[in-house]
């Protein structure tokens, strides 16, 4: 006989309760295995969005999630291990100059990353525009090539956090993604059973964002800096913006074209000063303070790391990346000042051009995408051209088209811009 009926779990939570810890191990686990129906959690997960968790709840549910498979074992690893999460953007291309940033200042980067979904890509789909590159490797593969290259990123297997795999998938189709306890336990149980010794956390907040407003993105951050501490993973976090997409690239293979201009050296302002940043902080938690970041962008000591860890998964770093057959140059129509670029809206002009998928089996584009010419703030004359969008197929340029027109504004006179990086918690 089961140990609760799921029945009596929700209804604690829909009347306001407070979880026991059992309540929390069973259904999870339960869940998990099967004996706790899909109607049954997404009531459960819609009571949570409704009534929050408090924090030894989020505590023990995480620790539920991380229990429901494999946490691996980095310690073959002699480097520092430090990862990184975002909460996912427009044009968050970040992951790929940083990765092989930290490795090549010292640190070890496990990063295990995911597919896009809707209008966010996704950093494995980003790097299959590299012809070879291979997303899957077993865990053997995955710390020997940390051990060796200090810098992996792949595909999370199968056995790590199962019961967030599951909950996750359905929380995406039942409304229930944006509870702050679920988003926070989902992504900490991931980079917990992950193995790694310190984290940092890139919370985004703007319209491309989960969160839309700074109040939300700190209480997210710091639920996700606490549970990191009570699992022993240094964790720090960055709010950032996220009303404006990231550099001038939005896609797959245009935005891999955009992270090799930034480990040789150049790349937009933004996409350096975001890398920079959180690279200076990951190697701060990892215990390496006295490491130079900028110096190995400049050195090239980080684009050696890039290409050994590119060729590390039978990608080749030196072949060209593909390129659409269908472009459309979009001008601007008046003299003035580019305002502002909205991410959620370029976002979905790039997900129209087929950058992006609609459910989670859909193919993307590899050269599909968006290239901004201009950036908030930068002066145009009429006729200058303000975007070009790219897709392999015209049928898809006319909705991308409209999406995109929506994003951008041109004014008289330059507004005031907003920092980059908000707030830092940790
Ligand atoms: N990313 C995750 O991994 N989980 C969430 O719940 C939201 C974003």
């Known amino acids: 006989m089961s140990a609760f009926a799921a029945v009596d779990v929700i209804r604690v939570k829909r009347d306001g309760g407070v979880l026991s810890d059992a309540q929390i191990d069973w259904v999870v686990d339960a869940y998990t295995r099967g004996l706790v129906a899909d109607e049954q959690m997404s009531a459960l997960a819609m009571a949570i969005l409704l009534r929050g968790m408090t924090a030894p709840e989020i505590a023990r549910w995480t620790a539920a999630m991380i229990a429901s498979g494999e946490r691996l074992d980095l310690s073959p690893v002699s480097r520092p291990t430090v990862d990184k999460h975002s909460t996912g953007g427009v044009g968050d291309k970040i992951t790929l100059p940083l990765t092989p940033l930290v490795a090549a200042c010292g640190g070890a980067v496990p990063q295990l990353s995911g597919r896009g979904l809707g209008h966010t890509g996704g950093t494995l789909d980003k790097l299959e525009s590299i012809p070879g590159w291979r997303a899957a490797l077993s865990n053997d593969e995955f710390i020997t090539q940390l051990r060796d290259v200090g810098a992996v990123i792949c595909a999370a297997g199968e056995g790590l956090a199962p019961a967030d795999r599951k909950l996750y998938a359905l929380r995406d189709v039942t409304g229930t993604v944006e509870a702050i306890p679920l988003i926070a336990s989902s992504i900490m149980s991931k980079k917990i059973a992950e193995g790694t010794g310190a984290l940092v956390l890139d919370v985004k907040v703007g319209s491309g964002a989960f969160m839309k407003n700074v109040d939300d993105a700190r209480e997210l951050a710091r639920t996700m800096v606490e549970l990191g501490g009570a699992h022993g993973v240094k964790t720090v976090a960055l709010l950032t913006d996220m009303s404006t997409p990231l550099g001038l690239t939005i896609g797959n293979a245009v935005e891999v074209t955009e992270s090799v201009e930034v480990l040789a050296g150049g790349g937009p302002a933004d996409v350096v000063e975001l890398t920079l940043a959180l690279a200076?902080?990951?190697?701060?938690?990892?215990?390496?303070?006295?490491?130079?970041?900028?110096?190995?962008?400049?050195?090239?000591?980080?684009?050696?790391?890039?290409?050994?860890?590119?060729?590390?998964?039978?990608?080749?770093?030196?072949?060209?990346?593909?390129?659409?057959?269908?472009?459309?140059?979009?001008?601007?129509?008046?003299?003035?000042?580019?305002?502002?670029?909205?991410?959620?809206?370029?976002?979905?002009?790039?997900?129209?051009?087929?950058?992006?998928?609609?459910?989670?089996?859909?193919?993307?584009?590899?050269?599909?995408?968006?290239?901004?010419?201009?950036?908030?703030?930068?002066?145009?004359?009429?006729?200058?051209?303000?975007?070009?969008?790219?897709?392999?197929?015209?049928?898809?340029?006319?909705?991308?088209?409209?999406?995109?027109?929506?994003?951008?504004?041109?004014?008289?006179?330059?507004?005031?811009?907003?920092?980059?990086?908000?707030?830092?918690?940790?």
């Open 280 to 426: 200076r902080e990951m190697l701060d938690a990892a215990g390496l303070p006295d490491a130079d970041p900028e110096a190995a962008l400049r050195d090239g000591r980080a684009m050696d790391a890039w290409r050994r860890m590119i060729r590390a998964q039978g990608g080749d770093p030196d072949a060209p990346m593909p390129t659409a057959p269908e472009v459309e140059v979009v001008r601007a129509e008046t003299d003035g000042f580019v305002d502002s670029i909205d991410a959620y809206a370029m976002g979905v002009a790039a997900w129209r051009l087929g950058a992006g998928r609609a459910r989670k089996e859909d193919p993307v584009s590899i050269p599909a995408g968006v290239v901004l010419h201009k950036r908030p703030g930068d002066p145009v004359r009429a006729g200058d051209p303000l975007y070009e969008l790219r897709a392999e197929h015209a049928g898809r340029l006319p909705a991308a088209l409209a999406e995109a027109a929506r994003a951008v504004t041109v004014a008289p006179a330059a507004g005031e811009r907003a920092p980059l990086v908000i707030e830092r918690i940790g």
